[in-house]
């Protein structure tokens, strides 16, 4: 397999094989995922590795976009941008996000 590093998104060398399915199969843990109540979402600072509820941690919605820091490096940890027609979510700083369900 190529070197991802050297071939953009490392995609060219994937060979899929008989042990793959295809993303749609994800659509029913991420809908479980994405609708429980995430005041009780906690995250991960990559940056210090601080942990902490979402609920707690600074927002700045004063972007194009909101974004949420650690509390305690002020790195930011996830940010989202809501279009008429879509949400982007993007864990830039952030090392994890841990949202309980109950199953």
Known sequence: ??????TGLGWQGFLPDDRHLDGNVLAGPLSMLFVPDTALAEGRCGHCG???LL?????YGDAPGQVLRCGICA????????APDRF???????????????G
Request: hydrophobic fraction near 30%; aromatic fraction near 2%; charged fraction near 20%.
């Open 1 to 6: 397999m190529p070197d991802p590093s050297t």
């Open 50 to 52: 601080h942990r902490d």
């Open 88 to 102: 982007w979510l993007d864990l830039p700083g952030g090392s994890g996000l841990s949202i309980p369900h109950r």
């Open 75 to 82: 790195q930011p940890t996830l940010r989202l941008v809501t």
């Open 55 to 59: 609920a707690r941690a600074p927002l």
